[in-house]
């Protein structure tokens, strides 16, 4: 449901042998950018690693696009049973532990508030109350069930993996790095970053998060071996009585989330830093820093207070 737009400021020289050469590979796929940069000795195995990637960004394309009538998310959604892979099957679940460790803030059945609010076709719909609360009742990630190797989900229910499909994709191509022995690399699938060891002058990748309020970056993070995820309320959104309305939209109340800016967070999963970004954006900056501090995620908020931007950060 979001793409995070973001500065990686790195050095593209050698990793400490001129017979290392960088490799890189950059796609439109599953639903944004994504880029690729790899070191490596071996030209035929960087190529194998390039098409490796390849062939997984497809076909997780192929199996989470909400937007593509073939996928097996819109199989789901239109049949409300669907078998899936063995790793689709522990996404579902990933998914379900992460609704239950937030509250359900996190839920991947958040579509149909979604489209009730016009963000699926960018044209801004006023929805009363009465017409959200009975559309949340069909917003309910308890009612997503996995069994053996199917999924199954109750009529007038949809899903849109949108908050941890491009983490998980990260996670996968970082997956296929490290299995090819790869030792500094970075991967970005729409803004969710794994770092893979460190950059080519040995030291930590620097990271830069986009200033949420004009050009530029507001921070510079540096990580190895570890993945970032921003979620931000200006890259999707409408403005309403001069007041800023982001496609991030709270289950628990059916509107969209508004104490907060910009959510960081951090983790050696890229999916699981993907979902609590979203999730603690939208708890808002009070309750997300008590969040962080009690599962210990490391994690920076930006919020607004009287028009002037704020920061907090765990730890």
Same mark, same amino acid.
């Given at each position: 449901?979001?793409?995070?737009?973001?500065?990686?400021?790195?050095?593209?020289?050698?990793?400490?042998?001129?017979?290392?050469?960088?490799?890189?590979?950059?796609?439109?796929?599953?639903?944004?950018?994504?880029?690729?940069?790899?070191?490596?000795?071996?030209?035929?195995?960087?190529?194998?690693?390039?098409?490796?990637?390849?062939?997984?960004?497809?076909?997780?394309?192929?199996?989470?696009?909400?937007?593509?009538? /073939?996928?097996?998310?819109?199989?789901?959604?239109?049949?409300?049973?669907?078998?899936?892979?063995?790793?689709?099957?522990?996404?579902?679940?990933?998914?379900?532990?992460?609704?239950?460790?937030? /509250?359900?803030?996190?839920?991947?059945?958040?579509?149909?508030?979604?489209?009730?609010?016009? *963000?699926?076709?960018?044209?801004?719909?006023?929805?009363?109350?009465?017409?959200?609360?009975?559309?949340?009742?069909?917003?309910?990630?308890?009612?997503?069930?996995?069994?053996?190797?199917?999924?199954?989900?109750?009529?007038?229910?949809?899903?849109?993996?949108?908050?941890?499909?491009?983490?998980?994709?990260?996670?996968?191509?970082?997956?296929?790095?490290?299995?090819?022995?790869?030792?500094?690399?970075?991967?970005?699938?729409?803004?969710?970053?794994?770092?893979?060891?460190?950059?080519?002058?040995?030291?930590?990748?620097?990271?830069?998060?986009?200033?949420?309020?004009?050009?530029?970056?507001?921070?510079?993070?540096?990580?190895?071996?570890?993945?970032?995820? /921003?979620?931000?309320?200006?890259?999707?959104?409408? /403005?309403?009585?001069?007041?800023?309305?982001?496609?991030?939209?709270?289950?628990?109340?059916?509107?969209?989330?508004?104490?907060?800016?910009?959510?960081?967070?951090?983790?050696?999963?890229?999916? *699981?830093?993907?979902?609590?970004?979203?999730?603690?954006?939208?708890?808002?900056?009070?309750?997300?820093?008590?969040?962080?501090?009690?599962?210990?995620?490391?994690?920076?908020?930006?919020?607004?207070?009287?028009?002037?931007?704020?920061?907090?950060?765990?730890?």
């Amino acid at each position: 449901m979001k793409r995070i737009f973001f500065s990686m400021l790195f050095l593209l020289a050698c990793i400490g042998c001129q017979h290392q050469f960088k490799y890189t590979y950059r796609k439109f796929i599953v639903g944004a950018m994504s880029d690729i940069i790899f070191y490596c000795r071996d030209d035929t195995l960087a190529q194998r690693i390039i098409d490796d990637c390849d062939k997984e960004l497809v076909r997780l394309h192929g199996l989470l696009n909400r937007f593509s009538d /073939t996928s097996l998310v819109s199989e789901l959604n239109q049949a409300h049973r669907v078998a899936a892979p063995g790793d689709i099957i522990e996404l579902f679940a990933l998914c379900d532990s992460i609704s239950r460790m937030t /509250t359900g803030r996190f839920d991947i059945s958040i579509a149909p508030l979604v489209e009730l609010w016009g *963000f699926y076709e960018h044209e801004y719909r006023d929805p009363d109350s009465l017409r959200i609360a009975r559309v949340k009742n069909y917003v309910k990630y308890q009612n997503i069930k996995i069994n053996e190797d199917s999924i199954f989900i109750d009529p007038d229910m949809e899903v849109d993996l949108g908050g941890i499909a491009q983490g998980y994709a990260a996670d996968r191509v970082a997956m296929i790095l490290r299995a090819n022995k790869i030792i500094s690399g970075l991967v970005n699938i729409g803004g969710e970053i794994v770092a893979i060891g460190r950059s080519p002058e040995d030291r930590p990748w620097r990271i830069g998060i986009k200033h949420p309020r004009k050009q530029g970056i507001i921070e510079t993070m540096e990580i190895e071996d570890m993945a970032l995820s /921003t979620s931000g309320d200006y890259e999707k959104f409408f /403005t309403v009585d001069n007041k800023r309305l982001p496609h991030i939209i709270d289950p628990l109340t059916g509107y969209p989330a508004q104490q907060f800016v910009s959510v960081t967070i951090l983790d050696p999963s890229a999916s *699981f830093a993907d979902a609590i970004a979203t999730a603690v954006a939208i708890m808002g900056y009070a309750e997300g820093l008590i969040f962080l501090d009690s599962l210990n995620i490391q994690g920076i908020i930006y919020y607004e207070k009287n028009g002037v931007l704020q920061r907090i950060a765990y730890p």
